[in-house]
Nanobody, 126 residues
Framework: QVQLVESGGGLVQAGGSLRLSCAAS????????MGWFRQAPGKEREFVAS????????SYADSVKGRFTISRDNAKNTVYLQMNSLKAEDTAVYYC???????????????????WGEGTLVTVSS
């Protein structure tokens, strides 16, 4: 099990940028594929981006492709989500998640994730 703490959320104008961070506890961070999901008011939680254990493989939701970038620093036990060209529809609580995997690959389904942070709110004003 890994504990996850997100930071970096806030209020930003449309077209602006934010970088979310997710700090993980423990010494086995590199054993986990990581992901970001989000939940907008009145909507179900949805996949945003995921990254493999090594950081080589990445996957993005079509709605954020070309605007968001997921990355990780295994030496710092941290995963990031760089969000550019933000839109009002990106407003949501963003959750960091982790899935312990035996090998390479990414997880894009929330039911494949085993650990979750408490979330950080991103509000994009239009």
């Amino acid at each position: 099990q890994v504990q996850l703490v997100e930071s970096g959320g806030g209020l930003v104008q449309a077209g602006g940028s934010l970088r979310l961070s997710c700090a993980a506890s423990g010494r086995t961070f590199s054993s986990y594929a990581m992901g970001w999901f989000r939940q907008a008011p009145g909507k179900e939680r949805e996949f945003v981006a995921s990254i493999s254990r090594s950081g080589i493989s990445k996957s993005y939701a079509d709605s954020v492709k070309g605007r968001f970038t997921i990355s990780r620093d295994n030496a710092k036990n941290t995963v990031y989500l760089q969000m550019n060209s933000l839109k009002a529809e990106d407003t949501a609580v963003y959750y960091c998640s982790a899935a312990k995997l035996p090998g390479p690959g990414v997880v894009t389904d929330e039911y494949g994730m085993g650990d979750w942070g408490e979330g950080t709110l991103v509000t994009v004003s239009s």
